[in-house]
């Protein structure tokens, strides 16, 4: 080989090493022909929808860089990802995570992003919700960028409403507790209604009421707290409005999908459920009040209306991590921060996404796709996570279940159970 050709060989190596460096990829690397995404069907329904386009077009135009979406339901998904990250190396390059999951010990397989935020920042991080933000940081480190949430307001039929007087929702809980009780009747029709319908006494469902005295089951920083005054003041109320007949006597039996029909049907005046939902309880084809079940809020009590506007409500949320034994880290990051751009926040939102930025509630439209877009945003800015996730949450979430519908069902006093609830789930944590 001739000096000019080993030259000019030696050039041309140079060179493409420096492109890479440059895009991102470390000195060395090949850039791989696709990235496998591992998450639940709905996260690719609404990343790649018709109505608003496909996030990840851009970034595969940019990198020649395929995305593979992985699906599974939740529970082999999440399985499967423990699987894959316990393995010395994973194919896996992005994994969807829910909030629940992400307990000190598996947060431990996923790598820290605050590195990568440090290098090359999401867009505005300031823009994404602050409770979605620190639901996904454990033991001080972040671990996932949220991409969908899901947040409790509260339906409310404005027929019923209107027939038992009342002009609007109720502004704060009392108001609320009075009004359960005078649209629990019987219709014209013969339809028999509650005032206020919840599908059980799950910890989700009353932490939505505690959170209107700014309650919590466990808080942030794993103390327990069910048996301070705002969780012991939700489930009198529970108590209260079941010997009213304004809570349903059969509680404990309902399932979450008949919610729905509830409310369809009439059947329930009030209901704490994620705001999203207001589109399935008024499905023309199925709801006998299309256009007339609303969402707003949930609220806060008389005496916390000057902390807050509205009920700190729950919000469970869904978000991108990266294993720590994945292959292609610098292209997963690269892709989460295409996929979590305020412009795709507002695409996956008109695909039918819980967006996760304040800004995409303000877009012209996300406001015509979400007649509740106003009322959801409210909420977010002060929403949290029902619970921190960690290794003994669900025996700790049984043990509610049991203490609360011993509260309610008058089997116990709310602050006796919830005394028995402390000596249950302390050594838990």
Wanted: with cysteine.
């Amino acid at each position: 080989m001739t000096m000019k050709r080993r030259d000019t060989l030696r050039i041309g190596l140079f060179g493409s090493a420096a492109a890479l460096t440059a895009a991102g990829f470390p000195a060395g690397a090949q850039a791989p022909q696709k990235l496998s995404v591992f998450g639940h069907r709905v996260h690719q329904t609404v990343a790649t929808g018709a109505q608003g386009g496909d996030i990840t077009k851009g970034f595969t135009e940019r990198t020649k860089i395929a995305v593979e979406w992985v699906t599974f339901d939740t529970g082999p998904l999440w399985e499967r990802v423990l699987r894959e990250t316990s393995l010395r190396e994973t194919s896996v390059d992005i994994a969807f995570l829910l909030n629940t999951q992400i307990t000190p010990r598996a947060a431990g397989l996923f790598e820290p992003l605050d590195p990568w935020m440090a290098k090359a920042p999401i867009e505005d991080p300031a823009d994404v919700f602050p409770g979605l933000m620190s639901g996904f940081r454990v033991g001080g480190q972040l671990v996932a960028i949220a991409y969908r949430h899901a947040s409790s307001g509260l339906h409310y039929n404005e027929e019923i409403l209107a027939e038992r007087g009342f002009s609007g929702p109720p502004k704060t809980v009392e108001e609320l507790i009075e009004m359960a009780k005078k649209c629990t009747y019987t219709r014209a029709n013969g339809t028999p209604v509650v005032g206020f319908f919840v599908p059980g006494l799950t910890y989700p469902n009353v932490i939505d009421l505690a959170r209107a005295w700014d309650g919590e089951f466990i808080t942030p920083d794993m103390k327990f707290a069910a048996n301070e005054p705002p969780m012991v003041r939700a489930l009198t109320v529970l108590r209260e409005l079941f010997l009213a007949g304004a809570f349903p006597r059969n509680f404990a039996s309902i399932q979450n999908e008949e919610v729905a029909t509830w409310m369809q049907n009439g059947r329930a005046a009030l209901n704490y459920a994620s705001m999203g939902r207001t589109q399935i309880y008024n499905d023309p084809g199925k709801s006998q009040f299309a256009g007339k079940l609303k969402t707003v809020p949930i609220p806060v009590s008389r005496e916390l209306l000057g902390k807050y506007a509205v009920a700190p409500a729950k919000v469970e949320f869904w978000g991108m991590g990266i294993p720590k034994n994945a292959r292609n880290k610098e292209q997963a990051w690269d892709l989460i921060r295409a996929m979590s751009s305020k412009e795709s926040t507002v695409m996956t939102a008109i695909n039918g996404n819980g967006p996760v930025r304040a800004s995409a509630y303000e877009d012209a439209r996300v406001k015509q796709k979400l007649s509740y877009a106003e009322e959801e945003k409210k909420v977010l800015l002060v929403a949290r996570a029902p619970m921190p996730a960690f290794d003994q949450a669900q025996r700790a979430a049984d043990f509610f279940k049991e203490e609360a519908e011993a509260a309610v069902l008058g089997m116990k006093t709310p602050q006796k159970a919830m005394d028995d609830l402390a000596a249950r789930v302390k050594p838990l944590l």
